[in-house]
């Protein structure tokens, strides 16, 4: 195992103080019409509005002072490259994040915001990519990839530390790095908990991937869970294999159902984007039935407020 249970606790007690213990909170209308404790782990309430903070954090955390002064590097659907540029400038590290044309214009200027450089280049994660390794190679700089990185991983497995041990966790799927880590943690502390990777049926790299049985390319489609999107790498190192190994389920979900569960959790005051909502869409559609204490990490809140009220105001 790349990742070990020892490896995310060492990354909670580096990142402790950089980022919250975000609240464990009951979803008390999805509880009455399910019969079971169905709780919501609220990483929305991050400080940089995302779970990625975490990997981002202790990935920087974890590098030599030589390779800082280097700056650093990554692509992003938005969410990492947020969390990256918020740590980087936190310790006063130069940060560029490469951005491909479908990450939401509101993602790319909190971006730019944190004072970190953009480069938004091609209309795929794939060809950003292709732009952080010309960054590495030509301009020496350092790559914290988005999800595709031990420390990365360690970093988002903290959440599963705060989780506890529930029957079930179902966990937003798109490179893994977040599947991975919550499920290197919580199989480790609780073997019998099932972890359920939850995405969209359009573009699903990873979901594929499994499918498959090795990594492979998939063509990108706009979607209400865009921080989904993306390839995971043909020459994926780490979170493949955990996700193979340690996802119980994958769940696909349609732009419908991850309206209804945005709907839904609006409802309750909880205002996420699409990929944050997988959890909430798969119970309200009967895609995932529980059967026992049931965890939805709520991802990440970096959702355009034009595309939530017009969400909200459809069941209206």
């Known amino acids: 195992m790349s990742v070990t249970l020892n490896d995310i606790r060492a990354a909670a007690r580096r990142i402790r103080g950089h980022v919250a213990e975000t609240p464990l909170l009951r979803d008390e209308v999805l509880s009455a019409r399910l019969g079971q404790p169905i709780w919501l782990k609220c990483e929305y309430r991050q400080t940089t509005g995302a779970f990625k903070l975490r990997g981002a954090t202790n990935a920087i955390l974890s590098l030599p002072p030589e390779a800082l002064a280097r700056g650093v590097v990554t692509a992003s659907t938005g969410n990492h490259g947020r969390a990256l540029a918020h740590a980087a400038r936190a310790l006063g590290v130069p940060a560029t994040v490469c951005l491909s044309r479908l990450v939401p214009e509101n993602k790319v200027q909190a971006i730019r915001d944190l004072a970190a450089q953009v480069r938004i280049t091609g209309a795929s994660q794939d060809e950003a990519m292709a732009e952080v390794a010309r960054a590495v190679a030509q301009e020496g700089m350092t790559e914290i990839p988005p999800f595709d990185h031990e420390a990365v991983v360690t970093g988002q497995g903290t959440i599963g530390l705060e989780i506890g041990t529930p029957e079930a966790v179902l966990v937003p799927l798109s490179g893994g790095g977040l ?56 020459q994926n190192r780490v979170t493949f294999a955990l996700c193979r190994d340690l996802l119980d389920d994958v769940i ?11 709907r839904h959790l609006g409802r309750a005051g909880h205002v996420v984007e699409g990929a944050a909502s997988v959890g909430s869409a798969a119970l309200l559609a009967g895609r995932f039935v529980p059967r026992g204490p049931t965890v939805c990490i709520l991802s990440g809140a970096n959702i355009d407020p034009a595309l939530h009220s017009r969400i909200m105001a459809e069941a209206a």
């Not at 696909?252 to 945005?262: C, D, H, K, Q, W």
């Open 252 to 262: 696909l979900l349609t732009e419908a159902e991850i309206a209804a569960g945005i």
């Open 179 to 234: 599947a991975a880590g919550v499920a290197v943690a919580i199989k480790a502390l609780s073997p019998a908990t099932r972890v359920i990777g939850l995405t969209m049926e359009n573009g699903a790299a990873m979901a594929a991937s499994l499918a498959a049985g090795h990594p492979v390319a998939v063509t990108e489609s706009p979607s209400l869970a865009d921080s989904l999107g993306g390839g995971i790498g043909l």
